[in-house]
T-cell receptor, first 113, second 115 residues
């Protein structure tokens, strides 16, 4: 039972264009969501997060949108750069003791020069 | 300030053996979580330790066990290894429970291969 789903395994975009990475979740208890980026031979690195009380959070080139009614979030990267090529994981959790991160399978983003 | 480190980097074991993986948390962090990342999958939560006590466990059998030490370093022990235990094992530390206010910092992982 996958509670966080990233249905597209890969995405390829041209440098300078927008990258849109999608994520769906099923657990209504989740109240915050995170995106992690992972390069080969490195651990995941936190990118951006959003609390369920918001519908948008922006940090430089990265923006995360949350649609609670659809249980859907997306990460927008504008403009995309070749250094953004990596695996991106969507993760979700709920606030409180014993909380844990539940990850999606990840999506491999390739930004073509 | 040093980041999260893990040892060893790679490990090869045979079925039935036991393995211990180690993690050194980021300075000042009192919470450590362990994740298993199988090939083509996202990290799966194994368990979390907060101030030396287990504080949450995922859907893993008891042969997966852990320890957190007073200096907040941690071990993951796996007994009776099975072929499906082959994966990247990630350790993550944070200051307090995972929340929107407490970022988890991941180590580079230990690649375990079970033959």
């Amino acid at each position: 039972d996958q509670q966080v789903k990233q249905n597209s395994p890969s995405l390829s975009v041209q440098e300078g264009r927008i990258s849109i990475l999608n994520c769906d979740y099923t657990n209504s208890m989740f109240d915050y969501f995170l995106w992690y980026k992972k390069y080969p031979a490195e651990g995941p690195t936190f990118l951006i997060s959003i609390s369920s009380i918001k519908d948008k959070n922006e940090d430089g080139r990265f923006t995360v949108f949350l649609n609670k009614s659809a249980k859907h979030l997306s990460l927008h990267i504008v403009p995309s750069q070749p250094g953004d090529s990596a695996v991106y994981f969507c993760a979700a959790s709920y606030t409180g003791a014993n909380s844990k991160l539940t990850f999606g399978k990840g999506i491999t983003l390739s930004v073509r020069p | 300030e040093t980041g999260v480190t893990q040892s060893p980097t790679h490990l090869i074991k045979t079925r039935g053996q036991q393995v211990t993986l180690r993690c050194s948390s980021q300075s000042g962090h009192n919470t450590v979580s362990w994740y298993q990342q199988a090939l083509g999958q996202g990290p799966q939560f194994i368990f979390q330790y907060y101030r030396e006590e287990e504080n949450g466990r995922g859907n893993f059998p008891p042969r997966f066990s852990g320890l957190q030490f007073p200096n907040y370093s941690s071990e993951l022990n796996v007994n009776a290894l099975e072929l499906d235990d082959s994966a990247l094992y990630l350790c993550a530390s944070s200051l307090g429970w995972v929340s929107v206010y407490n970022e988890q910092f991941f180590g580079p992982g230990t690649r375990l291969t079970v033959l």
